[in-house]
């Protein structure tokens, strides 16, 4: 058994880490403060081709895959969160739908400047009233001559108040079948196309500096093309991808996790009480070493669904268990090293009080935690072993 990351992965890890300790890290609490996005520096990744790693090459991407994007993920989630999840959401929820259910056209007009990085992406699915309830939606997509009329709330959207968002792919409900269940399809909004308003920037605990929108649609009229995939299916193809979204956003714990037990170790091994350092304490170094073993159970939970993935392997259940375990494990990092800091912890101007006002939304966001327990459960239920 070879645990070993991939030359290539290692060396696309390293690319990431220069440019987050470039690009990144030395603006990230500035970026906060300012609740701004960077999309400048999301601009400078699109030219380092980092923007469509998941994106074959035939449509601007790199296609390198789960493995090398988490190794990616670990490099840019250490250095700021809101940007890592900003980059995260364009690189797999906003991307994946097109490049997986697209046509051809459809993906060279908007699956193309999504992963050269020219533009930023965004994915609506929840609503006011839905978000872990997926099929609870309400927006609608009705036939209007040689188009569609779409009608609705999206709520905590990524990415498309940005001066770089190209558009929307969203979830809408178009028909009702015989039994009387929902139909649904998924559709490409442009942006600035008529009807659809994007929301003031919602004010957030934590992701400061990413752009989190309500999106109003009113009467909102797009031609037949943007229909993507097929009509009645969109609720399938949107949990298709949502196994890789869920791999992303644990990939997205393992860097918090990881980086508040680096600052932790860092803090206790420079701070002094009663005479000698804090690492030097019994209770301290209790503390880290939970920490360390929890960080690496994460990484082996995280990289076994990302291989699963990568080797056409199913891989739903593993990615449930790594959302879940990972974002839970980053949460109690995050608090440990908060409380490793002490009060230098509780003040803004510390690097782990942003990760730790962060870190909930992990739990949150990609499906709840309580939603991964329900999916793992029926797994194991079904089959009786993972």
């Known amino acids: 058994m070879d645990l070993d990351l991939p030359a290539e992965a290692i060396e696309l890890q390293k690319l990431c880490r220069d440019f987050a300790e470039k690009e990144i890290e030395p603006h990230a609490e500035s970026w906060s403060e300012q609740e701004r996005f960077p999309c400048e520096v999301f601009l400078k990744m699109g030219a380092l081709d980092l923007t469509g790693l998941l994106i074959p090459e035939e449509y601007g991407g790199t296609g ?73 939606i309400r927006t609608t997509a009705r036939p209007d001559g040689d188009g569609w009329v779409v009608n609705g709330t999206k709520m905590f959207i990524t990415n498309p108040g940005t001066d770089i968002s190209l558009g929307v792919t969203i979830l809408a409900v178009t028909d009702t079948n015989d039994d009387g269940t929902k139909r649904f399809g998924t559709f490409y909004i442009p942006t600035g196309t008529p009807g659809y308003t994007v929301g003031n920037s919602l004010k957030k605990i934590g992701w400061h500096a990413m752009d989190t929108r309500e999106l109003i649609f009113d009467n909102c009229w797009i031609p037949a093309e943007n229909l993507i995939g097929e009509e009645g299916n969109g609720l399938r193809q949107f949990l298709d991808v949502l196994d890789g979204g869920r791999i992303s956003v644990a990939a997205l714990a393992l860097s918090l996790a990881q980086q508040a037990l680096d600052l932790a170790a860092e803090h206790a ?112 239920l079904r089959s009786g072993r993972v």
């Open 269 to 380: 091994s420079q701070r002094e009480q009663f005479g000698k350092r804090l690492s030097a304490f019994q209770a301290v170094q209790h503390k880290l070493a939970d920490m360390a073993t929890e960080v690496e159970a994460a990484r082996g939970l995280v990289y076994r669904a990302a291989w699963l993935a990568d080797n056409g392997r199913p891989f739903g259940q593993a990615a449930a268990m790594a959302k879940l375990y990972a974002s839970e494990v980053a949460n109690r990092a995050a608090s440990a090293s908060v409380q490793i800091h002490g009060g230098y912890g509780y003040i803004r101007e510390s690097k782990i009080s942003r990760f730790y006002a962060d870190a909930k939304i992990l739990e949150i966001g990609e499906g709840t935690n309580e939603i991964q327990r329900t999916v793992i459960a029926r797994q194991v």
């Open 64 to 136: 390198v895959g789960y493995v090398a994007y988490v190794a990616a993920m670990e490099a840019i989630g250490a250095a700021d969160q809101s940007f890592a999840a900003a980059w995260n959401a364009h690189s797999t929820i906003a991307s994946l739908p097109l490049a997986a259910f697209g046509t051809d056209e459809q993906k060279r007009k908007w699956l193309t400047p999504l992963a050269k990085g020219t533009h930023i992406g965004a994915f609506g699915l929840t609503e006011p009233t839905a978000g872990s309830d997926a099929a609870g």
